[in-house]
């Protein structure tokens, strides 16, 4: 038998630590599977004395990431420290340039450094894996990287935020609150140390980067992503979504069109008949269409300690066994410039809430308009205003909450259609717009 495969885990938080147990757990069947034994050696993190659950006896403890990354010990190095800049990607460009492969969960990483570490791992011989990075325990960069590798790609989309699933599933479900959801979300571990990058949609963006790159053989560009997040979506909209025969997701779509790719990222409304409305929870869905195979949707844990460590621990199996693959499935040099579709170009659905005064004209007025960009209206209810979440006591003049949905039409003409209505005095606060997608 080859010798160990001595691991080096910088990151002991939540997945980190699952990892530890998880590699102890499977020790005997990972030595069958891989060939050789897999051992945790060495770990980092920033509190030697915390107790997190796991014995690190026999294990050297690194205070400095970099020094694990290149310590002569480790074979491999893990990094579970999170963050695009700071420790984890200093300790990741230290093991590359090292030749030492590299194994890492870390999205924001790679959304913001992907192609330059991918030259690096290439230029040192070495690899750099991270099926972790995108919808947690679903094999997905698998999927992409290597099984699809004979299709042309066309769209890839899906749920890939367990934190906003979760909140979304639970607001719908028990009609809780949305900072509830949000720290129990925190609690069991499924966000991230700052969940602003989930809430606000950035997290989504930074795996659609990453699925962009592969389905399209283009260089990663996150900052080219259209990027809205739940922190918007009232009980109103949950309420008038599921009327209407909706469910609200937030979705990250990446599709070739005529102009370019799209890249988007936002709240959507789905039909509650169609596969991906069904996924609840912390549950993450991607799919892909290829040319050969058609479409391929894959669902899973997309958060969690054990889910990601076994998506971690996938890949570190792959070191062992000596699996090496370009980082973005082509060699660096070799990614296409990214050519970015524009937003306002984007055709589709729209349901429109807005809270329109009372007064004779009103709602003529705001269908004129839309009539004026050549925007059809599908329907037009006026709701009831305690319904709408509004419990203030009424008035003559109160405004009413009214919702819009519109048949296909051009981001473009909707922003015109909103920009107009503000302008006109007819509608108190901020319209909420939130883009339908005809999923099967
Ligand atoms: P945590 O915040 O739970 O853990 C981060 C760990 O990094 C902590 O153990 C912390 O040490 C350690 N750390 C921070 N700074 C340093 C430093 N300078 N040197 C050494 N160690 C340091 O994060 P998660 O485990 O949740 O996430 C880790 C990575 O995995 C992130 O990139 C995240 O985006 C990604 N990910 C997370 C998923 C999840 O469900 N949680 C799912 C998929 C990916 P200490 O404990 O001492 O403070
Ligand atoms: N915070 C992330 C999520 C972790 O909720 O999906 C998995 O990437």
């Known amino acids: ?44 993190a920033r509190d030697r004395t915390r107790d997190r659950g796991v014995d690190l006896s026999g294990m050297a403890w690194f205070d400095d990431p970099v020094a694990l990354a290149t310590s002569a010990d480790v074979d491999v190095y893990v990094e579970l420290i999170g963050g695009e800049d700071g420790p984890a990607e200093a300790s ?10 590299v194994v890492t969960a870390n999205k924001a990483l790679l959304a913001r450094h992907g192609v330059e570490l991918a030259a690096l791992a290439e230029a040192n011989g070495t690899a750099l894996f991270y099926e ?3 919808a947690g325990g ?40 949305f900072s509830d959801c949000l720290a129990d979300a925190q609690r069991l571990g499924y966000a991230e140390a700052d969940p602003t990058f989930d809430i606000e949609g ?3 963006a930074h795996k659609l980067a990453i699925l962009t790159s592969l389905a399209f053989g283009s260089r990663i560009d996150s900052e080219a992503i259209y990027c809205e997040g739940i922190s918007s979506i009232t009980q109103a909209d949950i309420e008038a ?6 469910r609200i997701k937030l979705l990250g779509v990446a599709q070739r069109t005529d102009s370019g ?12 008949t169609s596969a991906i409305a069904r996924i609840d929870g912390v549950l993450n869905a991607v799919a892909i269409d290829g040319d050969a195979v058609g479409e391929v949707v894959l669902v899973g844990p997309g958060a969690g300690g054990d889910a990601t460590a076994s998506a971690v621990l ?11 693959i370009p980082t973005l499935g082509m060699p660096a040099d070799t990614l296409a410039p990214y050519e970015a579709a524009r937003m306002r170009r984007h055709e589709g659905g729209y349901y429109i809430r807005l809270s329109v005064y009372d007064r004779s004209g009103a709602f003529a007025e705001i269908a004129r308009i839309m009539a004026d960009e050549d925007i059809s209206l599908e329907s037009i209810v006026q709701r009831d205003r305690s319904r709408a979440g509004d419990l203030s006591e009424p008035h003559s003049d109160a405004p009413q909450p009214v919702i819009l949905t519109t048949y296909e039409t051009t981001e473009a003409a909707v922003k015109r259609a909103l920009a107009t209505i503000m302008a006109r005095n007819v509608v108190a606060g901020d319209p909420q717009m939130i883009r339908i997608e005809k999923l099967r």
């Open 138 to 177: 679903i094999p997905v960069i698998k999927t992409m990287r290597e099984a699809l590798a004979g299709n042309e790609i066309s769209r890839v989309y899906g749920i890939l935020n367990g934190t906003c699933n979760y909140i979304l599933t639970r607001m719908e479900q028990e009609g809780l609150d």
């Open 202 to 204: 950035f997290d989504t």
């Open 241 to 246: 979504a599921g009327e209407l025969g909706y």
């Open 314 to 324: 996938g890949d570190i199996a792959d070191v062992a066994r000596g699996h090496a």
């Open 261 to 272: 790719i799209e890249q988007r990222v936002h709240p959507t409304m789905v039909p509650k």
């Open 92 to 101: 990741v460009r230290a093991a590359l340039a090292a030749g030492k492969p």
């Open 1 to 44: 038998m080859t010798k160990d495969l001595r691991v080096g885990v910088a990151g002991l938080g939540t997945v980190g630590a699952s990892l530890v147990r998880l590699i102890e757990r499977k020790s005997n069947a990972l030595t069958a599977r891989c060939g050789r034994p897999v051992r945790v050696s060495a770990v980092s």
């Open 132 to 134: 972790a990075a995108v």
